[in-house]
Nanobody
Framework: QVQLQESGPGLVKPSQTLSLTCTVS??????????WNWIRQPPGKGLEWMGA???????HDSSSLKSRTSISRNTSKNQFTLQLSSVTPEDTAVYYC???????????WGQGTQVTVSS
């Protein structure tokens, strides 16, 4: 069974860079046709897709966040990471990592991690 676990700081100061890591177990992030996503949910709002890294290593960015996001991976650790630069309090959200097989739905979700941007 594939499991995902987010890790990273729960509190980030404005203007800093938020860094999160997703560790995947029970499956490989290089498995053909799988996409590994970052999704967030600000308080009181819906889910926002932030971007993904494909099994091939290709990056898929959200047009609205592209200038501030960087997604990468470490295949030896079976991890993928998110960096979001120049954060503001509007970036406060629960951040999820998730995996899908290229379909219209997410197959695997992490439990989510709360990130608060505050001085």
């Amino acid at each position: 069974q594939v499991q995902l676990q987010e890790s990273g700081p729960g509190l980030v100061k404005p203007s800093q860079t938020l860094s999160l890591t997703c560790t995947v177990s029970g499956g490989s992030i290089t498995t053909d046709y799988y996409y590994w996503n970052w999704i967030r949910q600000p308080p009181g709002k819906g889910l926002e897709w932030m971007g993904a890294i494909a099994w091939s290593g290709k990056i898929h960015d959200s047009s609205s966040l592209k200038s501030r996001t960087s997604i990468s991976r470490n295949t030896s650790k079976n991890q993928f990471t998110l960096q979001l630069s120049s954060v503001t309090p509007e970036d406060t959200a629960v951040y999820y990592c998730a995996g899908d097989a290229g379909g219209e739905h997410i197959d695997y979700w992490g439990q989510g991690t709360q990130v608060t941007v505050s001085s």
